[in-house]
């Protein structure tokens, strides 16, 4: 009697351990792995993996992926409005610290909006996070030059010259 009971409770265990399995692995794949880039000059992205993520930022994530492959996919979508979708992505993803990612999609955001200070200010602050510090100047550099009174720039552009002891 005890006997089945627990061949019993382990097969439901087994059994739920293997549906969140599958509901995960739907959760994050959303698309193939690898998008390719919808224009020449751009960068595929590589899907991060979001397993360790909680459900709700999985489901942001997945949205904001499900968004970028709809208006890649659309032959009609003007550099702007992809360029947007690929650095609302990119934010997504640096906030929740996924860094290569993110710096793929500023990468083609600033490829198809190279006039968008945001976009270069933003790879400026990653590479800056990444300890990337001569990429970081050179994108800090290029936003100040779209912006030259934007202080944040100049204030970041200072720590890593101090980072790397260039007084």
């Not at 990612?101 to 933003?122: E, G, M, Q, T």
């Not at 990444?130 to 200072?158: C, E, S």
Request: aromatic fraction near 8%; charge should be neutral.
């Amino acid at each position: 009697m005890v006997n089945t009971l627990f061949r019993k409770s382990i097969c439901l265990v087994l059994v739920g351990a293997f549906h969140t399995a599958v509901v995960v692995r739907s959760q994050t794949s959303s698309a193939e792995p690898i998008l390719k880039p919808a224009r020449q000059g751009l960068v595929s992205l590589h899907w991060p993996d979001l397993t360790k993520l909680e459900e709700g930022v999985r489901e942001q994530v997945t949205s904001f992926q499900d968004s970028l492959i709809s208006k890649v996919k659309d032959p009609t979508v003007s550099d702007t409005a992809l360029s947007e979708a690929y650095g609302e992505l990119g934010e997504i993803y640096h906030a929740y610290s996924l860094t290569a990612p993110a710096r793929d999609c500023y990468l083609n955001s600033s490829v198809l909006a190279p006039k968008d200070f945001r976009w270069i200010y933003l790879l400026g602050r990653l590479d800056q996070q990444d300890g990337r510090f001569d990429d970081a100047i050179r994108h800090y550099q290029a936003a100040r030059t779209l912006r030259p009174n934007y202080t944040p720039v100049l204030v970041n552009l200072g720590h890593v010259y101090l980072e790397q002891n260039r007084l």
